[in-house]
């Protein structure tokens, strides 16, 4: 039995078929619209998962999954679970790149207690074009959470201290008025700090998913 599945193929094994991005998994792939409105990071590109991610909260898990495109650039994907579900994308920045877009001073704000931080972007380097907004209002201060480099979905991380509990970090969050375009960062123990600018786009901005090779 077993020579006539290797020679015909096991057709008790029916082929995986992605209709959300909740569903995907490392190696998928997912081609997305070729829209004009979009960062070129983004626009018509094929980009391939390449790891899953969770962000762990006291009351609410988040999956991240980390994309790799032909440009090189490493993207990152979320869920927005709200009345009308949506996609954000985003992509780390250099700190030279903070420096361009803001104020360092405004900047500082982000950190500072009931300061309720606005931010006002100056000028755009290149190859942000369409991924930031004017201005940026403070919606999360210093929200605590582990980053765990592992997919944990309908599974509870670990809780053991000895264990692999993840990265402890604080996140700060900014939003334009529209919601559409944010502002995250996220500052990890001993101060190392991750800058990302954020697009909020429908989910149907995935023209067509490609299922993994299965391991």
Known sequence: MSFFKSLFGDKSVPPRVIKHPKELKKGDIISLDNDFGLPQQLRG????VIAVNTYEFER??????????????????????????????????QRSDVETLFDLDAFSDIFEEDCKASLSTQHIPSHLEQWVANQYYEV??????YFHREDYRGLKPPQ???GATGEPFERYLLEDSSE????????YEGGETDV???????????REYWPGTPS
């Open 45 to 48: 590109q094929a980009l391939e």
């Open 60 to 93: 609410s898990q988040e999956t991240e999954w980390q994309l790799k495109g032909a440009s090189g650039d490493t993207l990152y994907m979320g869920l927005v679970d709200d009345d009308e579900p949506a996609l954000c994308f985003s992509l780390k920045i």
């Open 140 to 145: 999360v201060f210093a929200q605590f959470g």
């Open 160 to 162: 053991d201290a000895n």
């Open 180 to 187: 559409t375009y944010s502002v995250e960062v996220e500052v």
């Open 196 to 206: 990302l600018v954020g697009l909020t786009k429908p989910l149907g901005i995935i």
